[in-house]
């Protein structure tokens, strides 16, 4: 069964860090772009940042550029979103994603370019 599994999210204090892990069962996550979603009560989900297949090409939103950073290790076949610095609006539920495109440095942007889903990790930034 292909599965992706977040973990990681937590509740932190404004200015916190949290490391967000999106794990890969029954697949090897070598041939796939990953990206990091997230969602907020009443709104659309959002790119976060994407990491591509290469694992030489990043991009982030604007929103957390300077603060998060995305990393993977494919011998531990997972992927990791450090995030730092973090604000009440940060606060939502996380998802990563897996688009299969591989040796390539492309990033795919859409949700609907994705081919899997995990279920996602709650995120709550208050003091």
């Known amino acids: 069964q292909l599965q992706l599994v977040e973990s990681g999210g937590g509740l932190v204090q404004p200015g916190g860090s949290l490391r967000l892990s999106c794990a890969a069962s029954g697949f090897t996550l070598d041939y796939y772009a990953i990206g990091w979603f997230r969602q907020a009560p009443g709104k659309e989900r959002e790119g976060v940042s994407v990491i591509s297949s290469s694992g030489g090409h990043t991009n982030y939103a604007d929103s957390v550029k300077g603060r998060f950073t995305i990393s993977r290790d494919n011998a531990k076949n997972t992927v990791y979103l450090q995030m730092n610095s973090l604000k009440p609006e940060d606060t939502a539920v996380y998802y990563c994603?897996?688009?299969?495109?591989?040796?390539?440095?492309?990033?795919?942007?859409?949700?609907?370019?994705?081919?899997?889903w995990g279920q996602g990790t709650q995120v709550t930034v208050s003091s």
């Open positions: 994603a897996a688009d299969y495109t591989p040796y390539s440095d492309y990033r795919p942007v859409r949700v609907g370019e994705y081919d899997y």
